[in-house]
Each structure stands twice: as C-alpha cells, then as structure tokens.
C-alpha cells in the first residue's frame, strides 16, 4: 500500500509562516488542486507571504496562528478540527539561531538554556502533534512527517560543533522512529518520517549559507523535493529517514 499526493485530501503543515513550510504550501496549492490545506505560522510578521497566499487561494487554504511549543493550543487546534481528517501532516518547525543564540563551535560555547531551548523547539513539537493529532490522521495512506536535517545523523558525524542543534535534530530523529513504531502497532495506514531538506536558503541558514560547500536551493525546490519524495512511498517504508534526494541517511 502506497501513500499518493493525489489521494490527499486534507493537509495540515505547522510552522508555515516563512521558508521550507511555506514552500510547502506553495507547491501543494499550486500543483495538487484536490488537497485543501491548512497552514500555520507564529510570528505573524514574518508571515505576510502566507497570509497573502490565502487571498489568492480563500476556498483551499486556512492559516492559522498557533504557537506549535504549546502543548495546550495543540489539544485546542486538535479539538477544533475533530471533523478534518488530515492524509498528510508536515511539521517544519525549527531553530538554529535567534540574536542570543548560535551554533556552538566548542565546548566552551555550550549553554544549558540554548541546549534546553533547542530541544524544545526542535524536539518537542514532533511527539506533541502525533500525541494530539494521532486521533485526526485519515484512514486513508497517510503521512506524518518532520522536517530534520542531516546534522543530526549520529554515524554521519564527521566534523562535530553545533552541540544543542545536532542532538536536538539526534532527539527528534529518535522521537520519529518511536512515533513510528507506535502508529505501526495500531495499524495506523500512516508512513512516518524524519526529512534532511537540503540545504535551503531560509531565515534559518541565512548566516551559514555563504560558508556551505553544499547545492543551495531556493525553497520552492526544496518544497518540489521533498514531495517528491514522499510521494508514492510504501506504508512499509515508515520510520525511515529520507534525503531530499531519495536518498536513506543512517541514523
Ligand atoms: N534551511 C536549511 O538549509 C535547512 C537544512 C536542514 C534542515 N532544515 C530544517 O528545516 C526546517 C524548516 O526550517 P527553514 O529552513 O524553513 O527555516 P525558517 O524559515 O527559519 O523556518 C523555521 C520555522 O520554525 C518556526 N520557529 C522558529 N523558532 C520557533 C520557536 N521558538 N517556536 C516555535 N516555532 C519556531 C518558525 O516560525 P515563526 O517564525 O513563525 O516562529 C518557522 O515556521 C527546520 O526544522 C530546519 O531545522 C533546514
């Protein structure tokens, strides 16, 4: 059994309001006109290309401002929508800089309120939806997926540094395969996955980007990519953690 894109109905992405999340939106409105979806964003501010998405697509997108660190506005957002049964849930929540905190490069730089903060954004959200939203899943194939990323691959660890960023995406890794194992032995027909993007011009990689030896992508590619992966995957193939290219990343 395989989860198709042009099966889905119903797709809710989280953390929506910029970047990676955005694209996301963008691409399913743009090239799966059966898929209605609701988005949402935090910082409305940095939401304004969302919000306007909306006024071009009013019947197929619903934008919601909810902070996804909550555990109470996820029962909320869960509650309220006892009657939409998402085929596909995205989340594309992350953090690796604000003006206090950045990656460490040392020991020396490593600070229990930015570790402590890292994981709460990178690692905690994940499990928080699937605890909530577990009851909203589709019964149709459908997909749960979280946007990681490649620095948090324990055995791909070549070069160390980013202390709190790497093994909060390590956690998170971990928390996908748990939730997958879980939905698996409830028969969920729901495929689990922790997604690396490829490295994608954002707020988030803004101050590294220059620096980086790998392909940039724009985020509308990396939207592209990461559909395309997920698309026709088997149920089977749940609790993998996938490239943007296909590719399986050792955990
Ligand atoms: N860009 C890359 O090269 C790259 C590479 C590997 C992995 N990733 C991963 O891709 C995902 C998407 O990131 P992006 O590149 O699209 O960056 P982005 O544009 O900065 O988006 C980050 C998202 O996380 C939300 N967020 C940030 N801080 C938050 C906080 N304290 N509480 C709640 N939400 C918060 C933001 O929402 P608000 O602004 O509304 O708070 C936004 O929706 C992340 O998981 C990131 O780790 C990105």
């Known amino acids: 059994m395989n989860f198709r894109l042009n099966n889905c109905k119903h797709a809710l ?9 955005l694209g996301i939106v963008q691409i399913l409105l743009e090239n799966y006109s059966g898929i209605s979806i609701k988005a949402t964003y935090r910082r409305k501010d940095h939401a304004l290309d969302l919000l306007d998405l909306k006024k071009q697509f009013p019947k197929r997108l619903e934008v919601i401002e909810l902070n996804p660190t909550k555990e109470e506005q996820i029962n909320a957002f869960a509650q309220e929508h006892t009657d939409s049964s998402f085929d ?6 992350g953090l690796l800089h604000t003006k206090k905190i950045s990656p460490e490069k040392g020991l020396r730089e490593f600070d229990p309120d930015t570790f402590l903060e890292l994981i709460r954004v990178n690692a905690m959200v994940t499990p928080l939806l699937a605890k909530y939203l577990e ?4 019964d149709s194939p459908g997909l749960f997926a979280t946007v990681s990323a490649k620095v948090g691959s324990i055995e791909d660890n070549k070069i160390g540094g980013w202390y709190s960023y790497r093994a909060s995406k390590a956690a998170l890794n971990m928390l996908i395969k748990i ?3 879980e939905f698996e032995r409830k028969r969920k027909k729901c495929l689990v996955l922790a997604i690396h993007p490829g490295t994608t011009r ?5 101050p590294f980007i220059d620096r980086t030896s ?10 592209s990519n990461i559909l395309n992966i997920i698309n026709n995957r088997e149920l089977s193939e749940t609790g993998k953690f996938l490239s943007w ?3 399986e990343i050792p955990w």
């Open 202 to 206: 954002t707020e988030l990689s803004e």
């Open 214 to 223: 790998y392909i940039i992508h724009e985020t509308h590619e990396t939207a």
């Open 88 to 93: 596909l849930i995205i989340n594309s929540v």
């Open 245 to 247: 290219d296909g590719g």
């Open 13 to 21: 992405i989280i953390g929506a309001g910029h970047g990676i999340g």
């Open 135 to 138: 009851r909203n899943l589709s």
């Open 179 to 181: 939730i997958a194992i």
